[in-house]
């Protein structure tokens, strides 16, 4: 029974638009989100993170939007940049700090 | 970047066969875990340490036990290696106090 899931396996974004990534959770005792990136043949690096206490965090080109009655948070790009093709995982921390991962979404940036 | 290196990076063994995958760090980070990576499952939890001599079982952790002897050293070893353990193996650290945790390049492990 999957905690964390992010449902869109892969999504297609023209350079320049948006991308969204969306992740969804089950677990009410999850208190803290973050999101990594990951190349192929590379650990993921991490990204950006929101505590349950905000509903929004940015660093630059990305913002996460967090709707704890609905559970959902999601990862906002902007602008696109070929660059951020990669795999992206959404992860909640509870107790004990440890992390629970989505199954990922590929994000493409076509030029 | 943390300093994580994981060692071998590419291994390829036969069934029946024990595996020993190495992780090191140069952060002096008390948090340290193995992770493995399958596609559609993220990356789900093998085990974890929270100091020398310390560790605890995660998610998936049948078929697999760690030791962690010095602060910078985590090892993952298979006792006797099973195809349905081919994966990606990634070890992470984590600072005392946050949430965030750091991954190494990660191990691709063929069990044939």
Partial sequence: ?111 | DAGITQSPRHKVTETGTPVTLRCHQTENHRYMYWYRQDPGHGLRLIHYSYGVKDTDKGEVSDGYSVSRSKTEDFLLTLESATSSQTSVYFCAIREENYNEQFFGPGTRLTVL
């Fill in chain 1, 1 to 111: 029974d999957q905690q964390v899931k992010q449902n869109s396996p892969s999504l297609s974004v023209q350079e320049g638009r948006i991308s969204i990534l969306n992740c969804d959770y089950t677990n009410s005792m999850f208190d803290y989100f973050l999101w990594y990136k990951k190349y192929p043949a590379e650990g993921p690096t991490f990204l950006i993170s929101i505590s349950s206490i905000k509903d929004k965090n940015e660093d630059g080109r990305f913002t996460v939007f967090l709707n704890k009655s609905a559970k959902h948070l999601s990862l906002h790009i902007v602008p696109s940049q070929p660059g951020d093709s990669a795999v992206y995982f959404c992860a909640a921390s509870g107790a004990g700090n440890m992390l629970t991962f989505g199954g990922g979404t590929r994000l493409m940036v076509k030029p």
